[in-house]
Every structure is written in C-alpha cells, then in structure tokens.
C-alpha cells in the first residue's frame, strides 16, 4: 500500500517567515503533485514534479521532488497572510489515482 | 462552466436514505476521479472512471457505494441507506487522461443526521 506522510499538520508564523513542508514515503511514485485548498473549495494544482531531484519555483514557492522519487518538499520564502490555506500533496499511484498526504494547514498571521 | 461542476453543494438527509452526487466533469476530460474528505482522514480515493468504465473502483468503503458515467461525461455518485460515517466532502476531478493533471470541483457536503 502507498502511503505519504505529510509534515508538519498545523504551522502559524508571522508574516515574513519562511517555512518547509515535507511530505515523505517509502514507495517510489511517478509524479507527484502539490495543491493548495481553501474552506469550502476543492484543491487548486499549485504544481506538478515527475524527474527526481526536480526542483521548480512558483513566485515564492519552491518545490523539490526527491532523487528517488520518494519525497517532496515545499518551502514558502517570506510567507505572506495570503498564503494561508491547506496544503497537500498527492502521489501519483500505477492506476493514475492519487494518494495524499494529510495536509498541512498554514495560518500567517499579519 | 470551464470548470468541474458538482451539485448539490450541500446536501443534509437522514440516516438510511439513498443519496445522489453529480460530477460535470470538463468537457473533452476523459478521465474522472471521485475522492472522499472527511476530518482526520484526509483525502481518500473512492473510483476513477476511463470513459465510461470503471476499471479501478478499489475505494468504494462498501457495496452501500456505487458510481456509474454515462456518455463519458456526467457521473454519478449513489449512497444506499447512508450511515453517520459517511459524513464528508465527496469531490470529483477530471483530467485529459489517467497520468494528467487532475482538475477538482469544490465538492458535494454530505451530513447525515
């Protein structure tokens, strides 16, 4: 069974910090992917990671996919209130379904 | 609407009443996902559609579940004599194909009582 295993759960920062989110599994995907939800919103694609040790950036958003192909991380430079919401990311599995992470809910505080 | 379209957005019912969530998927996806989020879960896969078959329905929690897509357009998502724990968000999402990025609509709430 893939599994991921996103971390940390809960972050709250102050505006201008910067931060990381890991998301971590023992089985090899394909590609992964990285969404953002907001309350009561299905999740936006924020970006899409397919070769190991890929890294792309997305305005403050820089997004890296492990050489083996078997993590990921998000690293949010100076965070602003705006980029409050939940993160998750997701593995894409053999059949094309995909397999997320917990989520991660960010609050940045003014 | 260019979007993934899901109605209705919020449905409350009674326990044991049969349920039925719509998925309006892109016009021209021929792949459609439905995923279940409930607290403390996260998001779970539910049954991915290739047009109109199935060939990947490994989520449904029960034989209570049963989806259905005609057309290879809308689908359907059916709740027989629904149960508190089948309490969530249902969300569809399509996509060009089954490795293509996956596009999501905002979702049906589903509250039992």
């Known amino acids: 069974t893939q599994l991921l295993e996103q971390s940390p759960q809960f972050l709250s920062i102050q505006e201008g910090e910067n931060l990381t989110v890991y998301c971590n599994s023992s089985?090899?995907?394909?590609?992964l992917q990285w969404y953002r939800q907001e309350p009561g919103e299905g999740p936006v694609l924020l970006v899409t990671?397919?070769?190991?040790?890929e890294v792309k950036k997305l305005k403050r958003l820089t997004f890296q996919f492990g050489d083996a192909r078997k993590d990921s991380s998000l690293h949010i430079t100076a965070a602003q209130p705006g980029d409050t919401g939940l993160y998750l990311c997701?593995?894409?599995?053999?059949?094309?379904?995909?397999?997320f992470g917990q989520g991660t809910t960010l609050q940045v505080k003014p | 609407g260019a979007g993934v379209s899901q109605s209705p957005s919020n449905k409350v019912t009674e326990k044991g009443k049969d349920v039925e969530l719509r998925c309006d998927p892109i016009s021209g996806h021929t792949a459609l996902y439905w995923y279940r989020q409930s607290l403390g879960q996260g998001l779970e896969f539910l049954i991915y559609f290739q047009g109109n078959s199935a060939p990947d329905k490994s989520g449904l929690p029960s034989d209570r579940f049963s989806a259905e897509r005609t057309g290879g357009s809308v689908s359907t998502l059916t709740i027989q004599r629904t149960q508190q724990e089948d309490s969530a968000v249902y969300l569809c999402a399509s996509s060009l194909g089954r490795d293509q990025p996956q596009h999501f609509g905002d979702g049906t709430r589903l509250s039992i009582l």
């Open positions: 997701a593995g894409t599995s053999n059949t094309g379904k995909l397999i």
């Open positions: 089985s090899v995907f394909s590609s």
């Open positions: 990671v397919v070769t190991g040790g």
